[in-house]
């Protein structure tokens, strides 16, 4: 069965970077685009980042354009989001899923806390 793990976040000051890490499993990782999600205090989840199979092309939300940088290294199937420049409005947890087609079990996300 599908299985996404997600790991990386934590408490950070403003300014600060973090590094997200997405483990998946039980699909052909490498045929699949893959997109970060967050979910805020009172939010909707919001898509932030995506990246194509091969990881050719990506595409950001504008509130982290220039900021976060999505990856991926299909050999370890595994997605990362560089964090960097953070801002309390980052405050979140953090999810990854599939692009196109999000499976219907999401993983149990990351929480990334931006305080001074």
């Known amino acids: 069965q599908v299985q996404l793990v997600e790991s990386g976040g934590g408490l950070v000051q403003p300014g600060g970077s973090l590094r997200l890490s997405c483990a998946a499993s039980?699909?052909?990782?490498?045929?699949?685009?893959m997109s970060w999600y967050r979910q805020g205090p009172g939010k909707e989840r919001e898509l932030v980042a995506a990246?194509?199979?091969?990881?050719?092309?990506?595409n950001y939300a504008a509130s982290v354009k220039d900021r976060f940088t999505i990856s991926r290294d299909n050999a370890k199937n595994t997605v990362y989001l560089q964090m960097n420049s953070l801002k309390p409005e980052d405050t979140a947890v953090y999810y990854c899923?599939?692009?196109?087609?999000?499976?219907?079990?999401w993983g149990q996300g990351t929480q990334v806390t931006v305080s001074s």
């Open positions: 990246i194509t199979s091969a990881g050719g092309s990506t």
């Open positions: 039980g699909f052909t990782f490498s045929s699949y685009g």
């Open positions: 899923n599939a692009g196109r087609r999000p499976f219907g079990s």
